[in-house]
Structure formats: C-alpha cells, structure tokens
T-cell receptor
C-alpha cells in the first residue's frame, strides 16, 4: 500500500486566497483525521471522520476552515480566506478503527 | 489547556547510552497511550503504545513505562542509535479514536 497520500506537499499563497489541501487515506481504513502542526502548539486535531461522517470538528479554528469527505478514498481541507497565521504543516492520518494512526507526509502551507 | 505535556523540547544523548523521554498528562480518563516518531519532512510514525491496565510495554530497544498515580509516562531507548534522532510525540486517548498529542521532544543522538 502507498500509505496516506497528501497533496500538494508545499503550498505558498497570498493572504485572502482560497487553499485546498487533499488527502487519500489508506484503503480499508475507517477513520480519517486532519491535524495542524505548529511550533507553539504541536500537533492539533482539527477534525476527524468515521465512515466518511464528521465526528468531531471542535478543533477547527474558525469558520474559514472546512473539511469534507465525499467518499472513503478522498478528503479535503479548505481554508477560505487564508491568513498568515494559518501557515503551518497540515497532516492527514487514517486509522483502521484502532488507536494507531497512519500519517501522510504533510502539506507545508505558507500564507504571505 | 494542554492535557498532554512534554516539558523537555529537546534532549541530547550519546550514542549507545539510554535515552529517556518524558510525558505528563492531566486527564485521568485517558486509557491508552502512544509514542510517535517524526523525521523532518515526514509524517509521524507509530512507535509503541501501552494500555492503562499495564505499567510497562517493551518492543526491542524501546520500552514505555506508565505511572498512573503520577499521570506520567516515559519512553526508554537503549542503546540509542544515530537513526533515533527525531522528534518524539506522546499521545493519549480515551473512549474513541481522538488522540491528544504533546508538543514533542527533539532527540539528538551524538555519535
């Protein structure tokens, strides 16, 4: 298996622009997680899905952030409009209904 | 409020010696704990875990100890190798799959 796939790996955008991050989980995994990593706060859970249904989005910072999982093999995290403080590494992870989560390589987002 | 804390942002250890990474938590409801390892430009990878019904779990050079009364867990790596240089995150969970991560400790193994 190729593991969790994320795209793009790097994204540089200007403040105010829309950003869409993409994730393909490991086939057969029931749960999908979006995290944000910053120096100050470490790894923060933004939202997670179980069987394509959002279960907990309490970590989503504000209404500018939204996530979807239209099917078992694809999820998006969208930021609109983006701000410089959104600059971070965003990770997607999937889990086969156990605690061990498998992470993608991350997307490094820079908002100027 | 940070429920899982790693108070040492960095640690340097001589190759061949023991590395001890520490983690404290505040939520007594946590019932499962994990350690993840992260290299630069890669996502975290699962390393070892422990259930709250145990106080020790060992896997090769890696051992995790859990002290529930102190709400403390530690990861021991012995002997330390250069390839162990990475950022280590501890994580905790209860009930469902939502992991709460610490802020990480950067381990550097000195040859």
């Amino acid at each position: 298996d190729a593991g969790v796939i994320q795209s793009p790996r790097h994204e540089v955008t200007e403040m105010g622009q829309e950003v869409t991050l993409r994730c393909k989980p490991i086939s057969g995994h029931n749960s999908l997680f979006w995290y944000r990593q910053t120096m100050m706060r470490g790894l923060e859970l933004l939202i997670y899905f179980n069987n394509n249904v959002p279960i907990d989005d309490s970590g989503m910072p504000e209404d500018r952030f939204s996530a979807k999982m239209p099917n078992a093999s694809f999820s998006t995290l969208k930021i609109q409009p983006s701000e410089p403080r959104d600059s971070a590494v965003y990770f997607c992870a999937s889990s086969p209904q156990r605690y061990e989560q498998y992470f993608g390589p991350g997307t490094r987002l820079t908002v100027t | 409020d940070q429920q899982v804390k790693q108070n040492s942002p960095s640690l340097s250890v001589q190759e061949g010696r023991i590395s001890i990474l520490n983690c404290d938590y505040t939520n007594s409801m946590f019932d499962y704990f994990l350690w993840y390892k992260k290299y630069p430009a890669e996502g975290p990878t699962f390393l070892i875990s422990i259930s709250s019904i145990k106080d020790k779990n060992e896997d090769g050079r890696f051992t995790v100890f859990l002290n529930k009364s102190a709400k403390h867990l530690s990861l021991h790596i012995v002997p330390s190798q250069p390839g162990d240089s990475a950022v280590y995150f501890c994580a905790a969970v209860f009930g469902n799959e939502k992991l709460t991560f610490g802020t990480g400790t950067r381990l550097t193994i000195i040859p």
